[in-house]
């Protein structure tokens, strides 16, 4: 009778073990599936409720995390406003110049995001729990006419990517995830490179294959470059801001040298986002 | 663990629970820059309660489910899960529980060990950039939150499956004799 018991045990185990192997081989690299589509179908109106409902909780515990982070944030911060006053003056006679050029080029952007994308905003109602995927669901899909490789945006810059869109909710793939690349560029420089992940730090984003002739300096801005080939196109539009320099390495003997760049967007904190939807990508 | 009707409801109802609530709750909220995990922390409460068999298949459940919420490769954190409901189902097999530290102990150490199982497994998917060092401190702080959410978790799923567990004596109160003819 225990004989039997532990060889039914052992049966089960192996079952479980040998059907998550081939759920892995099966599964793997093929996006989302109709399984995944419907239990995501099901369950995104009751994620949406229990948001909504421990949206309260989760702000008082996030406000105790943020006081003891803001204590030793203080002092950097006096010191960036010191630094932004200073800039603040400069960056006021550049933009009155900045207008004028505009209106001599003719060219009539009302800011970040480029004309022919319309913006859909979600909501971040579930994200990954480990550190090895950075990924968000939202509430918004394919019905708010969301789909694959829409670029992400939230109030500071860029977040990320749709990845996989069910009826009433999407999968955002952040540029913190280790499957995230993005054609990026240094202004005013305009070095182009691309945007790799740090995994395990969303604060800390590499800026790869830097021509390391060209000086890279501490608080540059970097945007997408949004290239276009005769075929071709990103899938970001370019001048989306992605965040600023914090480091630059040069290797003497290397003809690329890496560049940390801290994301505008706070990854970690995400809640409301905007989808571009639409554009011109073929 | 006695497997009534009544009390796979229930286990469901945690197993589903205990998912919306990670990705509701726990997965946005930081403390010291870390979100803290509750589901290795069910799965091996589950385990430390019914034993191996409900620990893997809780494990494969909750991790089957993660998956599919969260539109990632399916079996990733089902073999995970799995392996570490198992482990506290074997623990509690083998040894008893005499001290109340035990169940948070062990759900700290098995937490980093759910954890360094999710990065293995997404190292041999292959993982196309550099790792930061913080992955450590992220793991290592994963395994203290477990420990503090440990207890109360053990003690909440003790009190709502305590009709199906074999080992739990029902104390009751003696019963007063009733005299006759007084």
Known sequence: ?282 | MILTPKILARLVAIVVLGVLLQLSFFSQVAIFHVSPDLLPVLVISLGLLGGTMTGAVTGFSVGFLLDCLLVEPLGGASLVLLATGYLAGLFRERFEIHSPLVPPLLCMGLTIFAEVGFGAVELMLGVDASVSGLVVRDILLKGVLAFVLGWPIYLGLKRALRPALVDEHVVRRPRRPTVLGA
Do not use: C
Not at chain 1, 76 to 81: K, P, T
Not at chain 1, 184 to 191: E, F, H, N, R, S
């Open chain 1, 1 to 282: 009778m225990y004989r039997k018991q532990v060889r039914r045990r052992r049966a089960v185990l192996a079952l479980l073990i040998v059907g998550s192997f081939v759920l892995l081989t099966v599964t793997y690299g093929s996006g989302s599936n109709g399984l995944q589509r419907g239990v995501s179908t099901i369950f995104s109106p009751i994620q949406s409720v229990a948001d909504g409902a421990l949206k309260p909780a989760r702000d008082l515990v996030n406000w105790f995390d943020q006081t003891f982070d803001a204590r030793g944030r203080n002092s950097r911060l006096e010191d960036e406003l010191r630094k932004a006053r200073e800039d603040a003056v400069g960056a006021a006679a550049a933009l009155a110049e900045n207008a004028q050029l505009r209106k001599l080029l003719a060219l009539d952007r009302s800011g970040a995001i480029p004309s022919g994308y319309e913006p859909v905003t979600g909501r971040v109602i579930a994200r990954s729990p480990t550190v090895w995927f950075s990924d968000v669901t939202i509430d918004a899909g394919s019905g708010d006419g969301v789909s694959v490789d829409d670029p992400v945006v939230n109030g500071d810059g860029l977040v990320g990517t749709v990845t996989a869109v069910t009826g009433s909710s999407a999968q955002v793939t952040l540029i913190a995830d280790h499957s995230s690349a993005v054609s990026a560029k240094v202004v005013p420089l305009a070095v182009q490179g691309v945007i790799r992940p740090n995994v395990g730090d969303p604060g800390d984003l590499i800026l790869d294959f830097i021509d390391s002739t060209k000086h890279v300096h501490k608080g540059q801005a970097v945007v997408t470059a949004g290239w276009r080939s005769q075929e071709i196109e990103s899938r970001f539009p370019p001048n989306i801001p992605i965040g600023e320099v914090t480091r630059a390495s040069i290797v003497e003997q290397e003809a690329s040298q890496q560049v940390h760049v801290r994301p505008y967007a706070d990854l970690r904190d995400l809640d409301l986002v905007q989808i571009l939807t639409g554009g011109s990508r073929g």
